[in-house]
């Protein structure tokens, strides 16, 4: 299910194009590449999703399986978090003409109450952390609509915004080597139908219909996304209120920054501006490791994962192992009385025996201990693929 609706708008535009630039053949071929390239980002959707359950751990909700008793990748997130994103970034502003500096200062201060109104602190945490788990996705822009608190949320018009965009709820020009060559890019998102019908003006406003319930996945297979982690594996789920499902689209060589229908209707846009924001468009996409003629990175956790299944499958054979060790007495058939003694005998006691031949303690399972160095052996090389979390987390 797409996030909440986004603190929409961008920058303020000097006019609007006509419909010719995007005519009903270049929207058909436009929604043929973005179903393909949704459907060329399924594993990397699936691969996040996977990464996350192992963040989470098996205590979260009944949609996580397996447990993980030494959660590694959540212990590397949380260390790296702390030292990527330790608190709200502060802004420093200086000039060299000295009757500038009291401007300068109240600049200053501005920018700061800025980022703590827009809480951009935690935005930025939760851009780093999707980093790592596969790509980070800010989207910025200004606000141009007069819509204030758009669903419980600070967003006056006027106001810059930064927010988080999953690659859940994402889509770029998958037939493209390199972002800067990619053909558009856009992000999925719910709005109330309501405020719809109200901000959009666009020939695609008329078809514009809610849905009665919605569904995982960015596109419209039903395709389970992070939320279904707390939501469960429903596949349609009730709501509160009427939504409707949209599509913001960058296209860079065009020059257009454009919203659509992300449903099944496959309407005109209901807005289509001309793009005068930066050159790079509103979304800045975070990657620590790029893959040359990919577009897709390389995130941290793609590296860590496999080897964090190994130690915590061993860990589990390990618990099991130790679930099952018992002691027991044996005897033999005469030795029945005897054994008895030993049985009721409190520590320190000193009891005679007729046949302590007879009698015999047994351990049986326990923990093995090939097992038990191998895991150690395996957690120390995940410590050290980790970037030695040991010494970055002070543990």
């Known amino acids: 299910m797409p996030g909440p609706a986004p603190r929409h708008a961008f920058f303020m535009v000097a006019r609007e194009p006509s419909q010719s630039f995007m005519n009903e053949r270049k929207m058909s071929d436009l929604r043929k590449s973005m179903d393909w390239s949704l459907k060329q980002l399924r594993p990397f959707r699936r691969n996040r999703l996977h990464a996350l359950k192992h963040f989470v751990g098996n205590n979260y909700s009944d949609s996580t399986s397996d447990r993980v008793p030494l959660n590694m990748i959540w212990l590397a997130i949380s260390i790296y978090l702390r030292q990527l994103v330790p608190q709200m970034p502060k802004t420093s502003v200086y000039t060299m003409f000295p009757d500038l500096k009291p401007v300068a200062h109240e600049m200053e201060i501005a920018l700061n109450h800025l980022t703590k109104e827009i809480n951009y602190g935690a935005t930025l945490k939760l851009v780093v952390m999707e ?13 141009v609509r007069e819509t204030d608190n758009d669903l419980g949320v600070d967003h006056d018009a006027g106001q810059p915004f930064a927010e988080l965009v999953t690659i859940d709820n994402w889509v770029h020009d998958m037939t493209a080597k390199d972002y800067r060559r990619a053909g558009y890019a856009g992000d999925r998102y719910s709005m109330p139908y309501e405020m719809a019908m109200e901000v959009f003006s666009g020939p695609g406003r008329e078809k514009l219909q809610p849905r009665e ?18 939501q469960g594996s429903e596949v349609m789920v009730d709501e509160f209120g009427k939504f409707v499902d949209l599509w913001d689209i960058w296209l860079p060589r065009e020059n257009l920054f454009m919203t659509i229908e992300a449903g099944g209707n496959h309407g005109p846009p209901l807005e289509i501006r001309e793009w005068e924001g930066p050159e790079g468009g509103m979304y800045h996409l975070l990657r620590f490791q790029p893959v040359p003629d990919n577009i897709m990175p390389i995130a941290p956790v793609m590296q860590w994962i496999d080897l964090s299944e190994g130690v915590n499958s061993i860990w589990r054979k390990l618990v099991r192992q130790s679930d099952r060790q018992k002691e027991f007495t044996v005897v033999s058939g005469p030795a029945t009385v005897d054994g008895n003694t030993v049985k009721n005998a409190n520590d320190g006691d000193l009891v005679s025996v007729n046949n302590p031949q007879g009698i015999q303690q047994i351990r049986h399972g326990g923990v093995d201990q090939q097992n038990l160095g191998f895991s150690i052996q395996a957690k120390q090389m995940l410590t050290y693929l980790m970037g030695n979390i040991d010494a970055i987390g002070g543990l």
């Open 131 to 143: 980093a790592m788990l596969s790509m980070g996705i800010l989207k910025v822009g200004l606000e």
């Open 213 to 230: 319930k919605s569904s995982f996945g960015p596109g419209s297979g039903a395709e389970a996304g992070a939320e279904s982690l707390s």
